[in-house]
């Protein structure tokens, strides 16, 4: 069988024949061999670190900015959570259509206020139409009421537990023949069901 031609490296690279070649040089030549040497090591060791490195701080770059973006879904679960619990609160209050009298509300508000007399108006406005929930608005217009009765009523108004109410649209002007007296303007509203009530199932005989 024939001798292969290749030869493994140990072969091929024979450190005696090198190390002789190598004391033959003048000394400046040795200086810039063994330089040139040195040079070739210290890019065998650089490169590979470099790359290394560089690596890692591209990683640690895509682990900040994808704890980022988990901080990011973190907070909008925490905001949609809040403003699901929001919506269940509002919910709870909202009743039909068919059991909900905002002018009667207002009315019984006003005069546990003691500013029943002071009522000029309450009118029913057009409101947000819905497939399953509609706004239900009154205008209201109040006369010759003190700073502190006006606040007392509005703080009345949304505080209630039975009906989430809210007002808007206030207008509040003071009066010119007793400027410690307002006349006030303003809308209440709410959302109310278009579905009906459920009723209770009648009890069968036997």
């Known amino acids: 069988m024939a001798k292969s031609s290749k ?25 810039l061999v063994g ?15 470099s790359c290394g490195s560089s690596k890692l701080t591209k990683l640690e770059k895509q682990i900040e900015s994808h704890e980022k973006n988990v901080s990011k879904v973190v907070d909008k679960i925490t905001e949609l959570q809040q403003v699901q619990g929001k919506m269940k609160s509002v919910e709870t209050r909202i009743r039909p259509k068919s059991q909900v009298q905002l002018t009667t509300k207002l009315e019984a508000l006003a005069t546990q206020s003691g500013i029943g007399p002071n009522i000029d108006s309450l009118k029913e406005v057009p409101g947000t139409p819905g497939e399953d929930f509609e706004e239900m608005v009154v205008g209201v217009r109040l006369s010759r009421l003190s ?7 509005l703080y009345g108004i949304e505080s209630q537990n039975d009906l989430s109410l ?3 649209r206030l207008q509040l002007k ?18 109310v069901s278009n579905s009906a009530p459920a009723e209770a199932a009648p009890g069968g005989g036997g």
Do not use: C, M
């Open 174 to 191: 003071p009066r010119y023949d007793n400027r410690q007296q307002f006349d006030a303007n303003f809308e209440v509203s709410t959302f």
């Open 147 to 153: 700073l502190s009765q006006l606040i007392e009523f």
């Open 166 to 168: 809210q007002v808007k």
């Open 35 to 49: 330089v040139g040497i040195g040079v070739v090591l210290l890019l065998l060791v650089l490169v590979p670190v």
């Open 7 to 31: 030869y493994s490296w140990k072969e091929r690279l024979n450190v005696e024949e090198l190390y002789n070649t190598f004391i033959g040089f003048a000394p400046r030549e040795q200086i």
